[in-house]
């Protein structure tokens, strides 16, 4: 984020307090002992407070936190700066806009409502990211005590609350489509306080139209001016940039409600000193990121948590339905998902796609660029049965021949333990090698086999696991946490790999919960 002067509408320094040393990384933890700012005039606030008649600098702390950050509760306030992201095309970047409210301006238990309305990410020839398509809103909500479930929020202008002596937080997402010209795109998230009753949301959002439209009309006329003497190409191409955002400001609410009433008030002092402006600047770079990630993103769904939690049949329509709702979901973030069923033990039956080789959706799932690596079901996992190896070699003998094979992978024992454990998985792997013999097999494991000849839970042990399980392991695929901050040990671990045997380390493997709604 730029450390630029203030914009105008927002909170200035002299109001801003430093907050003591936070707990965590990036702003998160827990403020101890941090109080809100008394703020001068404070007596002036216990009375009733008429959100339409103050500022909302007097009555709002705002600003910008990194994605990556963890905003709890009492995440104490920062000084507001312009926010900037760098993005290339084909790229998600997110960013975050913390609130916390100073005083309570209603009395039903909340410490207030805020209107939000997001303007469209515009650039100096026209060009934009539009509010809703690239440019995103999200509450970020906590389950269970912790800030996780991001809830959409209606655009271009949508109402929140604030509960008393808490942070809450926006999440601003930009997405940038492959085919959008690079430059700097600019626009503005507007925060105004408002009063808990309906009526007070007419008054508020016209005032931020009147800012769009007003925007609106000083771009058309830019790019207007910026086309004297241009090739007649280019000359066309800023008409329609004109035309199309004409267009967009014929649709605007005030324009409706002007016609309506024969006159407009284009005067925008009255919404600069009520609202908080949020400068966002977004640098679009001249390059795609492809379509296909680089590096596998892997993500596990349980499926019998999504049976539980919907209240679905395993197998039926709905079924089908919940986990194509689900991969669909994943996929658009670049993540390659896919589900599983527990067995005995450790055992686990792990898949991509749930329809057999031979329907059409798995060529559809398989085939599709976003998907970097894909899980085959070995059916044996949970019964050991003829009909189960049938199952097994019919996908096999399919999907072997397939363009996309070289995305599969089998994911049979969730790190085992033992020399018993890892005598399965030798198993079970020499049972799919039998029929394909380029197929890779992932396991996981965080420590070596506690009854092996080596001295159990070193760290010699753990290095030593592809010895135990080659040539039926590919990908090998460890836990961060086991080198804690020896960074250094890394080189110990991919020196026992054999790159030539096609042994590759650690796929980025995560488990999550299904928090999508029906």
């Known amino acids: 984020m730029e450390n630029n002067a203030y914009p105008s509408g927002a909170q200035s320094n002299a109001e801003y307090l430093a907050p003591p040393p936070v707990e965590g990384v990036a702003g998160g933890g827990t403020g101890y002992g941090w109080n809100d700012v008394t703020l001068k005039g404070r007596d002036s606030f216990l009375k009733a407070i008429d959100p339409t008649r103050l500022p909302t600098t007097d009555l709002l702390h705002v600003w910008g936190m990194p994605s990556t950050a963890t905003i709890g509760h009492q995440e104490?306030?920062?000084?507001?700066?312009p926010i900037s992201m760098l993005v290339a095309r084909n790229e998600r970047e997110s960013v975050q806009i913390a609130l916390r409210p100073k005083v309570s301006w209603t009395g039903n238990?909340?410490?207030?409502?805020?209107?939000?309305?997001?303007?469209?990410?515009?650039?100096?020839?026209?060009?934009?990211?539009?509010?809703?398509?690239?440019?995103?809103?999200?509450?970020?909500?906590?389950?269970?005590g912790v800030p996780d479930a991001l809830v959409p929020v209606s655009?271009?202008?949508?109402?929140?609350?604030?509960l008393p002596g808490e942070t809450s937080a926006l999440w601003v997402s930009v997405d940038v489509p492959s085919a959008q010209q690079p430059g700097v795109y600019e626009g503005e998230i507007f925060?105004?306080?408002?009063?808990?009753?309906?009526?007070?949301?007419?008054?508020?959002?016209?005032?931020?139209?009147?800012?769009?439209?007003?925007?609106?009309?000083?771009?058309s006329l830019y790019v207007a001016e910026s086309l004297h003497e241009k090739p007649q190409e280019e000359m066309l191409e800023g008409l329609r940039a004109i035309t199309t955002g004409l267009r967009r400001l014929l649709q605007a609410p005030l324009l409706s409600a002007s016609s309506e009433n024969g006159s407009m008030d284009m005067d925008g002092d009255g919404q600069e000193a009520s609202t908080i402006r949020v400068k966002l600047s977004v640098t679009v770079w001249d390059?795609?990121?492809?379509?296909?990630?680089?590096?596998p993103a892997v993500f596990?769904?349980?499926?019998?948590?999504?049976?539980?939690?919907?209240?679905?049949?395993?197998?039926s329509e709905d079924w089908y339905g919940s986990l194509d709702m689900h991969y669909q979901w994943l996929l658009q973030y670049r993540i390659s998902p896919y589900f599983c069923r527990w067995g005995d033990n450790m055992r686990v039956l792990t898949y991509t796609c749930p329809w057999p080789a031979d329907h059409p959706k798995s060529e559809e799932y398989y085939s599709d660029p976003r998907l970097a690596v894909y899980a085959?079901?070995?059916?044996?996992?949970?019964?050991?049965?003829?009909?189960?190896?049938?199952v097994l070699r019919k996908e096999l003998e399919i999907l072997k021949r397939k363009p996309h094979w070289k995305k599969s992978y089998f994911y049979l024992w969730d790190e085992p333990l033992n020399l018993e454990q890892y005598d399965i998985i030798r198993r079970m792997s020499g049972e799919i090698r039998a029929i394909a013999p380029d197929a890779r097999v992932l396991t996981t494991y965080y420590c070596g086999p506690s009854d092996a000849?080596?001295?159990?839970?070193?760290?010699?042990?753990?290095?030593?696991?592809?010895?135990?399980?080659?040539p039926h392991t590919q990908i090998y695929c460890t836990s961060e946490w086991v080198l804690g901050n020896r960074e250094d040990l890394v080189k110990d671990i991919t020196a026992e790999l054999h790159p030539e045997n096609r042994e590759i380390p650690n796929l980025n493997m995560w488990s999550i919960m299904p928090w999508i709604q029906k």
Do not use: M
């Not at 655009?155 to 604030?162: D, E, G």
């Not at 390059?287 to 590096?295: A, C, E, G, M, N």
């Open 76 to 81: 104490p306030p920062r000084p507001l700066e």
């Open 109 to 144: 238990g909340n410490a207030g409502n805020l209107q939000v309305h997001c303007s469209d990410l515009c650039s100096s020839s026209g060009q934009r990211l539009e509010v809703g398509r690239s440019l995103t809103l999200r509450r970020v909500v906590p389950i269970l």
């Open 155 to 162: 655009l271009p202008s949508a109402r929140i609350s604030l």
């Open 191 to 219: 925060i105004t306080a408002v009063k808990a009753d309906a009526d007070s949301t007419v008054e508020e959002v016209s005032d931020i139209d009147k800012h769009e439209v007003r925007r609106g009309l000083e771009e």
């Open 287 to 295: 390059f795609v990121l492809p379509v296909t990630p680089s590096l």
């Open 300 to 315: 596990g769904i349980s499926e019998t948590v999504i049976e539980d939690r919907f209240g679905l049949e395993h197998g």
């Open 376 to 390: 085959i079901p070995y059916a044996p996992v949970l019964s050991s049965t003829d009909a189960a190896k049938d």
């Open 453 to 470: 000849p080596i001295a159990p839970g070193t760290f010699e042990a753990f290095v030593k696991v592809p010895s135990f399980l080659r």
